[in-house]
C-alpha cells in the first residue's frame, strides 16, 4: 500500500462551514446505498471494506480543530462494518470525539455507506460505494469471475486528496455582484432529525427521458421544474410574491480536469415566481434558460473563485475559529435566504454489465433542515431520494401526481429503517434526565439554603455563599460533561475554569492570595503530570496529547509573571511551577522539535 499521502490536509473550500453548521437535528451526512438482490453477509462485508480502505487511505481521518480552521488528520482506526441500528444520516461527527467521518452498515439486502459532508461530496462517495461493492461482490462470488471496475488511468494518493479549489483558484476573475432574491421558505415547526421522513421513488429511465426529450429539455432540468412546481402547490398565499428557489449542486470536475476525491463542487440557485396563469411548459423554459446561463466555465468559475477569495481574505484568515465561527454561521444562514429546498442529481452509476445479475439498484437521499431530492441512476432505474423534515409529506405526494400525469412509470420504494423507533428517542431522552436532574438538584439545594438562611436569620448573608457554590458545582459539571469526549481538552478547560473561579471566590472573600499563590500553580502541575499518564493509559498517538501539554508548559509560565508583578506574595509553588514548565517545553523541542513544530503548524495555520 502506498503512504505517500500527507498525516493530514486543511478541509477544502466547500466544507469550511459544515463543522460548524452541523449539529444533532442538521447532521450534514449524506448516505449512498447498493440494494442487492441478495442478503448481505456481514463478515464478507468487513473484508470488502478492508480491501477498499487500501485505496482511499485519504478517508481514514478525524476532523480536529486548529486555532483558526479546522482540519483532517490520518488515524489508524479500523473501519467497522455493522448492522444498521441507527436513524438514516444520523450524526457522524461530534466534537471532540476521535472517530472516523463515515460508517459502512448493512441490513438485509442494503449496503449503506453515510458520509459526514467535510469529508467528500457525491462524486467521491460514488467511488468509494462502487468500488466497496465491486470488492463485495467478487468475495462473495468467487467463481463468477466479476471484472474489475476499469479507470483510465492510475489515480495518486495525492490526486485523491488535491484541494481543487486552491488549485484552480485565480484571483483575477471578477467579483460576482449578482444580489439574490429571498425565496419562499416552508415554514412549520421542523421534525427532530430521527423522525426525518424518508421518501424514495424508483422510475424508469427510459420513461423520464423519453418525457425529457419530448419538452426538449435533459432530465435534470426537468425534475428540477416538476420540484418547483410541486412545491409551488404548498406555497402560503403570504408568499406567493416571491420565488421557489432550489440549490442545484454542480460537480466542478466536469469544469476543471480534478480527480479529487474531497469535496470539489459548487452550485447553482434555478428559481421561479409563479403566477395564477403560469404553466408547466412556462417554468420549463425558464429553467432550461437558467442552466444554460449559469452552467458556463466562466461563470462557475466566477462563483468557485468567489467562494475562495473569502477564504483566502488575510483578515478571515487571522481572525481565530471561535470567533470566525459566529461569522460564518451568520454567512451560511444568510446565504439560505435565497433557498427554497435542494436538488442534487449524482447522475449515473456504471459498473460491469456483469454485475447487474446481483445489483438491485441504487440510491441517495441526505439530512436536511427542510426539504431536499436527491437522484442517481443504475441501469433503466432511477431513484429519487426525498428527505424532509417537514410534518406532512403533501410536496412528495405533488411530484409523484406529477410523474403519473406526465405518463412516467414510477412506484414508491418500502423503506424499513431499523434506527426508526421509539427505542432511540428514549434512550436520547435518558441523558437528557441526568442534567436536567442534576441542574434541578443544584438549583433546590440553593433555594433551600436561601430559605433555611432567612428563616433563621431574617435576612440573607450566608445564602450568597452557598448560591455561588451550588452555581460553581454546576458549571464545573457541566463543562466536565459536555467536554467529556477529549478527557485532555476537558483538563485544559477545567484548570481555566478552576482557576477563574478561585481567584474570584478569594477576591469576594477578602483577598488572601491563596488562588494564585497555590490553587493556579498546583492545578497547572497536576494537568502537566497527568498529560502523560492518560496518554499512556488510553494509549493515545503523540498527536493527541502533544499540543496539550506544551499548552500546559506555557500555562506553567504564567505563575512565574505573577510573581514578577509582585501579585504572588508565596512564591515557592509558582517557582516549581515555573521551573518544572521550562524544562517541559525544552524538552519538547530538543527530543520531539519535529513532531512539537508539525502540531504547532497544523494549529496555528492561517
Request: proline letters at 4%; a neutral charge.
Amino acid at each position: 500500500m502506498d503512504t505517500g499521502y500527507s498525516k493530514w490536509r486543511k478541509l477544502d473550500n466547500a466544507a469550511l462551514a459544515f463543522p460548524l453548521v452541523t449539529g444533532k437535528n442538521d447532521t450534514r451526512v449524506f448516505r449512498f446505498y447498493c440494494q442487492l438482490k441478495e442478503e448481505v453477509n456481514g463478515e464478507i462485508l468487513q473484508a470488502a471494506l478492508d480491501q477498499t480502505m487500501e485505496k482511499y487511505p485519504l478517508f481514514q481521518a478525524v476532523l480536529r480543530k486548529g486555532l483558526f480552521w479546522f482540519y483532517l488528520e490520518h488515524r489508524d482506526i479500523r473501519a467497522v462494518v455493522k448492522p444498521e441500528t441507527e436513524p438514516p444520516c444520523s450524526r457522524l461527527y461530534i466534537p471532540d470525539k476521535k472517530s472516523l467521518l463515515f460508517q459502512v452498515s448493512y441490513d438485509k439486502n442494503r449496503i449503506n455507506f453515510e458520509v459526514f459532508h467535510a469529508l467528500t461530496d457525491g462524486t467521491g462517495a460514488m467511488h468509494f460505494l462502487q468500488e466497496l461493492v465491486q470488492d463485495y461482490l467478487i468475495l462473495a462470488h468467487p467463481q463468477a469471475d466479476l471484472p474489475q471496475i476499469e479507470h483510465a488511468e492510475e489515480i495518486t494518493h495525492g490526486d485523491k486528496e488535491e484541494d481543487s479549489f486552491s488549485q484552480y483558484y485565480s484571483s483575477d476573475i471578477p467579483k460576482d455582484k449578482e444580489k439574490k432574491k429571498a425565496a419562499v421558505k416552508l415554514k412549520g415547526e421542523k421534525l427532530v432529525h430521527s423522525d426525518m421522513h424518508v421518501t424514495e421513488v424508483a422510475l424508469s429511465v427510459k420513461d423520464i427521458h423519453r418525457k425529457a426529450r419530448s419538452y426538449g429539455v435533459s432530465i435534470t432540468v426537468l425534475l428540477t421544474a416538476m420540484m418547483l412546481c410541486s412545491i409551488r402547490e404548498e406555497i402560503p398565499k403570504n408568499q406567493q410574491k416571491r420565488p421557489v428557489a432550489l440549490m442545484i449542486p454542480v460537480n466542478l470536475r466536469n469544469y476543471f480536469p480534478s480527480q479529487s476525491m474531497t469535496n470539489f463542487f459548487g452550485w447553482i440557485e434555478v428559481g421561479y415566481t409563479f403566477s395564477d396563469e403560469t404553466t408547466f411548459e412556462d417554468v420549463l423554459l425558464s429553467v432550461k434558460k437558467q442552466f444554460e446561463e449559469e452552467l458556463v466555465k466562466e461563470k462557475i468559475a466566477m462563483h468557485m473563485s468567489g467562494y475562495v477569495r473569502i477564504e483566502k481574505n488575510p483578515f478571515v484568515r487571522a481572525v481565530p475559529l471561535e470567533i470566525k465561527k459566529y461569522f460564518l454561521m451568520i454567512g451560511a444562514n444568510l446565504g439560505s435566504r435565497s433557498i427554497t429546498a435542494v436538488y442534487s442529481n449524482i447522475g449515473i452509476i456504471r459498473l460491469p454489465e456483469e454485475y447487474k445479475e446481483y445489483i438491485q439498484h441504487f440510491g441517495i437521499f441526505a439530512s436536511t433542515n427542510s426539504l431536499q431530492m436527491c437522484s442517481c441512476s443504475y441501469g433503466d432505474e432511477m431513484v429519487l431520494g426525498f428527505t424532509s423534515k417537514i410534518p406532512d409529506n403533501s410536496i412528495q405526494r405533488n411530484f409523484q401526481r406529477m410523474l403519473g400525469e406526465e405518463n412516467v412509470s414510477h412506484r414508491e420504494l418500502k423503506n424499513e429503517f431499523p434506527g426508526y423507533g421509539e427505542k432511540h428517542r428514549l434512550e436520547k431522552k435518558e441523558n437528557q434526565k441526568v442534567i436536567q436532574t442534576f441542574s434541578f438538584l443544584c438549583l433546590a439545594i440553593a433555594v433551600i439554603c436561601g430559605m433555611i438562611n432567612f428563616m433563621m436569620a431574617g435576612v440573607l448573608n450566608w445564602f450568597w455563599f452557598a448560591g455561588a457554590g451550588c452555581a460553581c458545582a454546576w458549571l464545573v459539571v457541566m463543562v466536565a460533561y459536555y467536554k467529556r469526549r477529549n478527557i485532555l481538552k476537558n483538563e485544559m478547560w477545567q484548570l481555566l475554569l478552576i482557576s477563574a473561579i478561585a481567584i474570584l471566590w478569594d477576591r469576594f472573600t477578602g483577598w488572601k492570595g491563596w488562588s494564585v499563590d497555590f490553587v493556579i500553580p498546583f492545578g497547572i502541575l497536576a494537568v502537566q503530570f497527568s498529560v502523560p499518564v492518560i496518554a499512556k493509559i488510553n494509549r493515545l498517538e503523540r498527536e493527541e496529547y502533544l499540543f496539550y501539554l506544551v499548552q500546559a508548559g506555557i500555562a506553567g509560565l504564567i505563575p512565574m509573571i505573577l510573581v514578577w508583578t509582585g501579585i504572588v506574595q508565596f512564591a515557592v509553588p509558582s517557582v516549581i511551577c515555573a521551573g518544572i514548565s521550562f524544562l517541559t517545553l525544552a524538552a519538547l523541542f530538543i527530543f520531539c522539535k519535529k513532531d512539537t513544530m508539525r502540531e504547532f503548524h497544523k494549529k496555528l495555520r492561517m
